[in-house]
Structure formats: C-alpha cells, structure tokens
C-alpha cells in the first residue's frame, strides 16, 4: 500500500488548507485513516481519525472545531480540512492507514502504511 500525501504549504494564521491522501495498492475502503503530525523538535502526535465506513470520527482536543477528517472511498482519498490555523498547527502532516479495521486507533504503533508526509506552515 502507498500512501501520497498533499496540500500542505505556507498560509498565515485564520487561513485554511485542504490536505488529501491518495491510496493504491490496497484495500482502502477496508482501512482506517489517520492523520498525525509532527512539529520540529516533537514527537509525532495524533490529529484525526475516520473509520473504514466514515461513521466514527476522532479528534485531538486541540483541533476540534477546526479540523475535519472525510474519505472519499470511490476515490481512495482521505482528506483533512484545516481552518481558522494557528501557528502551533505548523508541522508536517502525515496520513497512515490501519488496515485492521477495527475500533479507531490514536496510537502510532496501530497503523501499518504511512505517506511521506507534507509541510503546513502557519506564520504571518
């Protein structure tokens, strides 16, 4: 499974961006998704997650409100809608798939493919 992540770039704070991930070589409608992030000097942490049905959604506290996870499954596309950014979003995003399929995960060690990641930088 490859995973191709984008939409990253450079905005200033209030602004949106759109990332999406584009899944081949597997079964994406049987995956969960996930995005993670990961700032300079940080670990890599926990953004969003959307089930394999798109019925169950989980955010970090600190997006909620202002992030939205969807999948397209026809398109083998997960996308992460990002308004009103901060500064402390600035980090390079990477979306991973769990192909167990089971209850969504915010843990790392859970997910089995990972894309290259794409930078979002918030800054005026």
């Known amino acids: 499974v490859q995973l191709q992540a984008s939409g990253g770039g450079l905005v200033q704070p209030g602004d949106s961006l759109r990332l999406s991930c584009a899944a081949s070589?597997?079964?994406?409608?049987?995956?969960?998704m996930g995005w993670f992030r990961q700032a300079p000097g940080k670990e890599r942490e926990f953004v969003a997650v959307?089930?394999?049905?798109?019925?169950?959604?989980y955010y970090t506290d600190s997006v909620k409100g202002r992030f939205t996870i969807s999948r397209d499954n026809a398109k083998n596309t997960v996308y992460l809608q990002m308004n009103s950014l901060k500064p402390e979003d600035t980090a390079v995003y990477y979306c991973?798939?769990?192909?167990?399929?089971?209850?969504?995960?915010?843990?790392?060690?859970?997910?089995?493919?990972w894309g290259q990641g794409t930078l979002v930088t918030v800054s005026s």
């Open positions: 991973a798939a769990d192909r167990k399929g089971m209850g969504v995960s915010t843990s790392r060690g859970e997910y089995d493919y």
């Open positions: 070589g597997g079964t994406f409608s049987t995956y969960n």
């Open positions: 959307i089930n394999w049905t798109g019925g169950r959604i």
